[in-house]
């Protein structure tokens, strides 16, 4: 809805710069245009949000709009552009079609669409944006995450927890601002917050969404379900200790439910699988360094780049942490740094194929193309100049 209300004001960031007498009787402006029909692939897990996080901007700079949306749950797309049209959208500006990968590559080759927006898993996004590029297209590819949070020995335990809890569980991790990884400097940090973690992890309900004590669900479906599952087994088998094992969660009435429970694994190293890979479910990771450096590294060593955070009380570490992570959102105190509308959403490195991020100044930059123009109303018939005009 944010990103509507952003929309509704899209005149102001569709302002041109202007500059008078840049030559002798000449003036320069530049003005932003849309580029004509362009399309958004979007995920399962936000079948609302995410597609809003496209077609509003897009269609207020101009253009008309396609929406893929994710097959596994098509209907939430379809009741978006109906609601739209019910508010007064002319029919044809925005557009659902559903399908598999068929309708990915027909929009991905399609002449007349001019960009494409996508958010998913980091293989498809990289498939997505070369792909579109090599059609001659726009592309903003927004792929997977590994989200770390570094914890200082300075941070409140309490809140940290709390923080932790909610970001890496929340929505069965199946976010891709989800805290996967939580990098605990010093030992004693370490033993402190996960002392207090596996008590509180212990208090969460598991459930369906119409059981109001439920902390988290399901996750979406059985193929899903079962991969998640396997990075469990993965990670035992590759040494990481578990702490709390959510697998073999059975809830009376949801027997057959994809239903894993809080997961918390500690001694992970880098070159395990379930560290370098994104694995979308209520799974999360402990690491320990001696040192803030140390913590550092380890964000910036991980391919993906989507968002971190760093809880702190010290002004100088999150100055720094903000300034020198290779991440494209930053937290501090925040576990899950999703810009506010006005803003743009994106991350760095793997996470994002493409110059542009989603919504924000960088959707308007994504959605227009910038002409400039030169003009003058001089009366001089001095001559044929041969000089640039503006250079004389």
């Known amino acids: 809805i944010e990103v509507v209300e952003y929309a509704t004001g899209i005149t102001e960031s569709l302002k041109g710069d202007h500059s008078a007498n ?3 009787n000449v003036d320069s402006y530049n003005l932003r245009q849309p580029l004509g029909v362009c399309a958004g692939i979007t995920p399962f897990n936000f079948p609302a949000m995410v597609p809003m996080w496209m077609y509003p901007v897009s269609i207020a700079c101009g253009n008309t709009f396609i929406l893929k949306p994710s097959e596994k749950d098509p209907s939430c797309p379809i009741r978006l552009a109906e609601l739209a049209i019910e508010a007064g959208l002319p029919v044809g500006v925005l557009n659902v079609v559903n399908g598999d990968k068929e309708a990915v590559d027909t929009l991905l080759e399609n002449k007349d669409v001019q960009a494409i927006s996508f958010v998913g898993s980091t293989p498809i ?7 579109g590029t090599k059609n001659n297209k726009r592309v903003q590819a927004l792929g997977g995450a590994k989200n770390h949070m570094v914890v200082m020995p300075d941070a409140d335990v309490n809140k940290t927890t709390d923080a932790l809890i909610g970001s890496a569980f929340g ?3 199946e976010r891709c601002m989800a805290i996967s990884v939580v990098v605990c400097v010093g030992k004693k940090t370490a033993e402190n917050l996960k002392t207090k973690l596996l008590e509180e992890t212990l208090k969460l309900n598991v459930g369906p969404y119409t059981d109001e004590k439920s902390d988290f669900g399901p996750l979406n479906n059985k193929a899903h379900y079962e991969k998640v599952l396997g990075y469990i087994d ?3 088998k590759e040494g990481a200790k578990l702490l709390a094992d959510g697998r073999n969660m059975k809830l009376q009435g949801y027997e057959n439910g994809y239903f894993v429970g809080a997961t918390i694994f500690e001694n992970v190293k880098p070159d395990m699988k379930i560290y370098k890979e994104e694995i979308f479910g209520p799974v999360l990771s402990m690491m320990t360094t001696d040192t803030y450096e140390e913590a550092l590294k380890l964000v910036n060593d991980h391919e993906l780049g989507n968002g971190a955070a760093v809880f702190t009380k ?4 999150a100055k720094h942490f903000t300034e020198n992570a ?3 959102m930053i937290g501090v105190n925040v576990p899950i740094p999703v810009p506010v509308a006005y803003h743009s959403f994106g991350g760095w490195k793997r996470s994002l194929f493409g110059d542009h991020s989603m919504h924000g100044p960088e959707g308007v930059r994504f959605y227009t ?3 400039t123009a030169t003009v003058t109303w001089s009366e001089d018939n001095s001559g044929p100049e041969f000089t640039i005009p503006v250079l004389s």
Do not use: C, N
């Open 22 to 24: 840049v030559g002798t």
């Open 125 to 131: 996004a990289e498939y997505v944006y070369h792909t």
């Open 171 to 173: 929505s069965a991790g």
């Open 234 to 236: 993965t990670g035992e």
């Open 314 to 317: 010290s002004g100088m570490i």
């Open 326 to 328: 290779k991440i494209g």
């Open 369 to 371: 193309k910038l002409k």
